[in-house]
């Protein structure tokens, strides 16, 4: 086996470009060629291929974004276009593919190695977070600074004004974005998917409603999960602003959380699972996912990160749920006193 | 006169802080002394006051907000509202009332001289810029360039994925922002207030279809003002998308421009101004706002600042407009070539 | 046991302030009460005391350095200094102490406990990350992405002209900032002091030459640990740039490593174990560190905490090892090619 | 003339790509083709040539260095050196040169411009602003930023410990970025060249001592331009803990002043100079450089760019020496109130 081929799929995350060096890196030590295909498997199919060189890597690890281009390409579905993919990897003598992506692109994965016989090793990228098999994935660490540092701005001007605001972050249907920038965003109050029970509008207007009493000059921050409550956050503003007369400010973040640099945590970790992808090839593994647990590189078989839900650490859920709780007794009796 | 009273008013901008730092230190030195009254207009009719000394001021410049906390206030248009505050200033004996905020702020000022007799002094504070007699406000320089980070975010992420962005920006009624944002950020297309004539629908349309085929692979960012289309940027997304046949991503980037640390100019700008505003103090000045034009320290009649409209910088309309502009023909020339 | 006193000691860190707030807000919610004192156990020595209250935490997380202020107090060390502290603490009631610190903190803590009754607990706090009993400390990650951006900005520049550069990291004894600095900023080289055997200096010169002869229109950049090399790196670069013949510029990181605001994981870690100190306390435990162990929290007696070395992740240590390696075999073979 | 040529030379500063962008944006839309040239005036005497589309351009502003790379070139004042310059410019057929870079650049143009007979157009390009005609430079905003930033982590340890730093910034032998670096960072002193008459070690000293006295838990940061003190900032902190017996810190921020993206400033700024570069080609310009001042772009003969001195904002150093001013006799009297 000679030659690798890398494809970013779905979803862009930042540190796929550091993940992408160290494969670079890793695969010349070994004598190993690597091409790139651009836009995901889209680029495969139609053969956007481009050599990947170690002396062109010494400026990506610090950009966010793919030099290599994504694309969503539900078309790959079909036996036939991934025949054709199979057909072009082997036509460059391709022997490993390495896809960096999420679920969807691990189900591509899976689907094309029904058709192709090379090696197939997956890299969880996915801000998200939400792939089982692994603690974290490229671009999580790096989403939760960035949606912090806007809740930190926001918090900002929302303690001048004394304002209520609801804050919704990414994370498609799982909590984890929306758990961590809670906490490190010191938010009053948290609405993620996987809390059970979810909370109640009216308890929530409640606790909004004490809040205001008992520190009427201080801002209330609610950090809330995407694909979550009907009509989205405006909605939500809306109906928490009339159950409790105070207007409730809807801040979206949307797509900013998806861009800017990796952070240390995220290329570290994509420079560890770009180089133990490349160590699994040379060890002959084929259609698994290399992942990272309690610190120990792992390989699971790629059907098994998309097949099962992923839940948020319950030691984390219990420190925001612990530390949001306002001790409104404490408040009156200071005040009476 | 011995005494200078400060408050900051309506939206919060960063860079208030550093500016009632420089009033502080400026006034210690002319051995005056600062109260500040909380939340604006509503801290001196409510008398919330605090000292303001040298020694608590190390740490605030660098801080986003306003540590004097701020609000809007509609009764303070009412006499007799107006009156109490300036009860309030004279049982103080405080001689110079230094109002850090917009239009809305100066308006207030402006009544309340009607009723109280002593030196009002204004500074221009507000992310939107829109205040006549000044070439810039506390806020505006690192609002643009808060922005113009969340704009890089998304370009990396619209790049990997050759999409179509249009990100609404923050300004009012005023493109200040979208302007200075689009430049900066090297936008394909601007949409603010001040185009004549606007751009239609149209040509926008068309010029995404032709961008969309000359350069399949890339990213287009329009910069939308707040306040402009109707619907907002999310109906504008609808119809682009509907003309163009590409999807059109909304990303509004809402009140994360308001906060953040100040950047070096606004730091610059607030305690150059919040120095001058003590000096005029010392010198007499009363109703006026302290501005800058062409870098030199102006003192501005506090009704000439709203009642005229500011009008962008030609010269940069122009240069956006020319490097906006995709020189198809050179395109189409060099495929064919 | 009704109050809690909480220093932070030593070099400060980013995230204290956050343990502060988790510490804070857990308390109340536990009816316990909560005093600071400031600059470290001299301020208990000396009573310089303050209540700590959520209403006052909202805006604390967000900042670095602490806000109990901290300082080095060698004097601790004598027996009637430490009982001065015992007999302020027993004044106020104090029935617990949290100490938020490093080596040198713990050490003081341990002294104190042989002549005060209450319960001590030691939270780990030092951006050198040298405390054996815990995967991390408060303030290592947020060191290591200040020396990343660092050296981000430098590899710009470096890269421009072609320029190699010797970039110091903190560390004090330790490689931990070193290493992982060198991964997340894709150094050529790294110098820490746990490698066995250190890299010889005529190894490195050969090859920076080597590199510079295969590449020579790149830079090409050494992460050197603090207190590591006689003379420092300026001595190193001389040492290099005559071994060499090529320029080797020093940049020394210092002091800026040890503010900035936390991120994200810091503030997550230290409100785990802010919560985490105080229901120890609740549970009764005496003399010891919360720690984190693979993402799980433990509890470590006080003195193991100091008395071992912890190294260094053999496996990361690997992955700068593997991927700094130029494969200059291959260059050559390209470049024949 | 058809084509033209572009280089950037010398001291690479944060916002030369962007400024890079302009030039091609403009260029293609006045149907000029742009080639550039690596790493200044060498790459146009070995003829290290690359076209510059727009297409090409879409990333590049927000990036920091120069894409073009850039290099010392002592060599180029030889004539027959720069004769092979005009020759290779010949032969491309290139009608412009614009060359971005500092004053040793301009140098160089004027030299160049005795053997080529095409037009040269400079652009101000430097982080340290010391170039007469225009009132900033390109790079010049960005890196007081960056002193700033590094100012303001400073100031959060040194607050926590009670320090005196030295930071020492960049700006040869000018002092624009030690003075705006100064204001922007709440120095409490500042040591630039320029200042007349330059300040005393005893006085320094004794600044410090009662600033110590009067509030002794407080930081004390004072910023020193490069190449002023001799022995430099090592020397100074040992002489300032000698008068003092305070341990003043030293902290030269090096090299990173030089990278970084460049913020909103520096690109509007930079693009701004690019796009009436290429303008004033076509209007038949020579031999000048394109610069700003109060916010109108103009054209300077290239040699008074470099044979004035720039003198800094008188007002702005009033401006420093004022806030710096510690007011002894009011903390005495407050301290006896």
Redesign the interface.
């Known amino acids: 086996m000679e030659k690798i081929a890398v494809i ?1 799929s779905g ?2 995350a930042p540190g796929m470009n ?1 993940c992408i ?2 494969i670079v ?2 695969a ?2 070994n ?1 190993l060629e690597v091409i790139g295909f ?2 995901g498997y889209r680029g495969i199919v139609e053969d956007l291929n481009q050599p990947l ?3 062109d ?3 990506v ?6 030099i290599l ?4 390409f539900p078309e790959f579905k079909q036996d036939k276009i991934a025949k054709q993919a199979a057909t072009v990897l082997d036509q460059h003598g391709v022997g490993a593919l390495i896809v960096i992506g999420g679920d969807g692109s691990f189900r591509g994965a899976s689907h094309l190695a029904r058709f192709w016989q090379g090696q197939i090793i997956g890299i969880p990228g996915t801000i998200d977070n939400d792939l089982a098999g692994t ?1 974290t994935t490229i671009g999580f ?1 790096t989403a ?3 949606a ?1 540092e ?1 809740i ?11 304002r209520v ?1 609801l804050i919704e972050v990414m994370g498609r249907h799982a909590g984890f974005i929306g758990l ?2 809670a ?2 965003g ?1 938010a009053e109050a948290m609405l993620v998917p996987e809390l059970e029970p979810q909370p109640k509008l009216a308890d929530l207007a409640d606790n909004i409603r004490r809040a205001r009493k008992a ?1 009427p ?3 209330y921050i609610i950090v809330v999960s995407e694909n979550l409550w009907p009509g989205g956050i405006d909605e939500l503003s809306r109906a928490l602003g009339q159950a409790t007369g105070v207007t409730c ?1 809807a ?11 990796p ?3 995220d ?2 970790l994509s ?2 699972l770009g ?1 133990s992808a490349v160590h699994a090839i040379l060890d002959g593994s084929r259609t698994v996912m290399i992942g990272i647990e ?4 792992v390989q699971v078989p790629l059907h098994l990160t998309f097949q099962r839900d992923k839940p948020l ?1 319950q ?2 859920v219990d ?1 925001q749920l ?2 949001q ?3 409104f007794a ?2 009156d009796a ?1 005040e009476s006193a």
Chains 1, 2, 3, 4 share one sequence.
Do not use: C, K, W
């Open positions: 970013t979803g862009d550091a060096r160290a890196m890793t010349d030590q004598d651009g836009h060189r170690p002396n890597m010494r400026l690890s610090q950009r966010g974004g793919t281009l994504s694309s969503r603690d660490a939760v600074d960035t912090m806007a930190d701005r926001i918090r900002e001007t929302a303690e001048a004004m004394a605001f961590h920038a906490i490190a010191s520190y000059d201080s801002s400010h801040a979206p973040l949307g797509h900013i959380q998806r861009g800017g640099r952070n240390a945590q290329r570290i420079m560890q180089q309690q610190g120990h590189v650490d030691r984390l420190l612990g530390l709780q306002i001790n404490s408040n200071r």
